[in-house]
């Protein structure tokens, strides 16, 4: 008995050392790469990012907003990207979060350029920027980028009125890709890249009123709009739009339906404008194609302004397609957020001269229209060549 206790014994002081071996190996485990233990010491966020708040004009041209919208995004998604301490390492702190995020929508920089620059690791970066983009989306939503009611529509076709000279307007609507790398088929679109959708619905001012991002159609752009939210709220009439009539100064006009703009991918509808087609045309429809194109070009600069404050749209963006759809959702809540005339304008002129734009969905539908949108086209051509709906300058411009 005793020499089978003495092995038992044995035994068991071998698996106790074993077990403090394999305790000790998880204890003096490394949960902080050496390289990225100079954060503070040599990383862009304690360093660059800290000189950038002593110049604004920097600061701007780094982040592309001022340190104090960046100090007022901040205070609106802090909690929602804010996390606990361990006893293994400090959490990120959500202002560094931020800096990371926005600097790679700003820039387009690569995730790991950005992980060395800020000696953070790989998929802390990544997890920034989901982070971020996600609480953006979450809390600026509802404020920014709202569900439209009717005094939400009556208030853009005033502005069109008023600013373009376009009646009964309730925004002009367009479609970009938006290319990603290479996630599988259902993504791959005709310039035989990969993408996903954005159309938007943008108003006299430059702002966008309604989105939807993430349709892909690699057998028929034509579907993108025609399954849209927008589209079948329009087509049952269960938007709030207003009923049928003339705004204050076009009573000539008629009653007629409120309508959106949009060029030659869109199909014609009674609430949807596009140009009359062909080369050969009458002078009254060539005056109606200018006059559409003039307030149409409002959601071309409001995509240019887009993309050339966040210049990541303009690569492929290498995260997983449900990761864009949030990251473009949180660029155009991010471009409302922002707008201000003096720096669209700026980015305009930035836009031009890069000569770079988010390529464009080529069809959104046939070409077959109804008996009804043609009479509606015909009513606003009518007005448009008439002394109380002409301009000054249109016979000059076409």
Known sequence: MVPVSRRRTLALVLLLEGLQRRGRGRRSRVWVHPFNQQRRQQGDFYHLVAELRLDSQRHYEYFRMSAEQMDELLSLIGPEVTRQSTNYRAAIEPKQRLAVALRYMASGDSLVSLAYSYRLGHSTVINSVHMVCAAIEKTMMERFLPRPTQETWEE??????????FPNCLGAIDGK????????????NYKKSFSIVLLALVDSNYRFRVIQV????STSDGGVYAGSALGRGMETKTLDVPPSTSLPGAAHLGDVPHVMVGDAAFPLKPYLMRPYPGLNLSHQKRIFNYRLSRARMVVENAFGILSSRWRVLLRRINLRPQHVDTLVVAACILHNFLLVPREAVGLLAEAEQQGRNLPPV???GGNRASREACNVREVFSTYFNSPQGSVSWQDKMV
């Open 214 to 217: 993430g349709d892909y159609k």
């Open 177 to 188: 890709h938006v290319r990603v790398t290479q996630t599988g088929s259902q993504y791959f």
């Open 362 to 364: 080529q069809n959104m």
């Open 156 to 165: 853009v076709a005033d502005g069109f009125w008023k600013k373009w000279n």
